[in-house]
């Protein structure tokens, strides 16, 4: 099989469109992750001009040249859709300028290799701010085999690819139907204070027969504990029964409530300073779960957190929440339909997962075949 190396530099060029007739609105606006992708925007929009920002058309790249505060990872994207974004005037836009050589997505599988995130940390460059030039960009050895062999290997990528997509697709279908039957409840039923249905208690480890220690996360799940445990002081440590819910009172420092469930359908303890407390009567928990993740949810209990040094959301204006409680069948049945929402994002985070790991598999097997 015939390769040839080439620099990356004679197979790409900058562009420069800029949004100066203002054809793309905010909702175009994408920001760039260390998981090569465009993302939502987080920057503050408010009063900003779109003129100067930069058009990324399809098939297109964009990076991000700053990359001393992204870990071991380089901030980088490829427009797959058949519409453009919009992105910081900051960011380097670029794409493939010999077609006849080089696919565009063959392109997109070679940066996604941790070996090109390993390159570009240990070229970048600077004292304040370490970036990883467009001319060193440029100087990057990439070797290629023929379009045919590139396309062969593009085409399963993109088949990959397609079916996490089908996976996302059918997630985010289930999630449409579970929130259309929370709207429906929220219109036709009445609003209940939840404080009639839960019951707050601090039952201690004191016999220390419990050592599973667990932290929470903004996912809204249980975690392996992030800080360091001692073992000596488990005692003091709370019990979460199987079913019963636990949250971080503290709300300023993740701007959400973390929360979780223990699904783990065993005891687990968490530290002192959580609350935790269990449904009672018609309440199911994993029905209030449901409303608990909404982001509106979050939005409440940040605004009715109260405090100087550290803001909090108390057990008692956990007790105010009102939300529409139906029978227990209904519950029933919205936690089944979101239980599988959760079962199919899952398979999709994997399929991501995967689909990440065999592009280095893929770009090797292009070169030895």
């Known amino acids: 099989m015939r390769l040839k190396k080439y620099k990356l530099g004679e197979l790409i060029e900058l562009c ?18 260390t998981e090569k992708a465009f993302i939502d925007t987080k920057a503050n929009m408010d009063g900003v001009s779109l003129e ?18 992204r870990g071991d990872k380089i901030a980088l994207a490829f427009n797959n859709s058949n519409k453009a974004v919009l992105i910081s005037s900051i960011y ?6 010999r077609n006849d050589l080089l696919i565009p997505e063959f392109l997109f599988m070679f940066f996604n290799r941790p070996e090109f995130d390993r390159y570009a940390r240990f070229n970048s460059w600077g004292s304040a701010r370490e970036t990883f030039s467009w001319e060193d960009f440029c100087d990057i050895d990439i070797t290629l085999p023929s379009i045919e062999q590139q396309r062969k290997y593009v085409d399963i990528y993109l088949a990959h690819q397609n079916n996490l997509a089908v996976y996302q697709s059918k997630a985010e279908e289930l999630k449409m139907v579970c929130d259309g039957y929370i709207e429906e409840l929220r219109r036709k039923m009445p609003i209940e204070r939840i404080g009639e249905y839960i019951f707050r208690y601090s039952e201690k480890n004191t016999e220390k027969a419990i ?26 440590y709370k019990i979460v029964h199987p079913l019963d819910i636990a949250y971080v009172p503290t709300t300023d420092t993740w701007k959400v409530l973390a929360f979780a469930v223990n699904n783990i359908e065993k005891d687990v303890v968490v530290s ?3 609350e935790v407390f269990k449904t009672i009567g018609k309440l199911k928990s994993d029905y209030l779960a449901i409303w608990l993740k909404r982001e509106e949810f979050d939005r409440y209990a940040r605004y009715n957190s109260w405090g100087s040094a550290r ?33 199919r994002k899952a398979v999709a985070i994997q399929l991501k997962e995967q689909l990440s790991k065999i592009c280095p598999v893929l770009i090797r097997g292009s070169l030895t075949e």
């Open 92 to 97: 380097t836009t670029f794409k493939c300028n």
């Open 211 to 236: 050592d599973d220690v667990v932290g929470l996360s903004t996912e809204k799940k249980f975690r392996v504990a992030q800080s360091r445990v001692n073992r000596n002081e488990l005692g003091g």
């Open 52 to 69: 100067s920002y930069k058009v990324v058309n399809p098939r297109e790249f964009s990076y991000v040249s700053d990359t001393s505060r």
């Open 272 to 274: 002192p300073i959580y």
């Open 311 to 343: 803001e909090n959301f108390t057990f008692e204006e956990m007790q105010e929440v009102r939300i529409p409680i139906p029978d227990e069948s209904v519950q029933q049945a919205i936690i089944d339909l979101y239980l599988v929402y959760e079962d």
């Open 16 to 33: 420069d469109e800029r949004n100066s007739d203002n054809q793309y609105k905010l909702s175009d606006v994408k920001g760039i992750s």
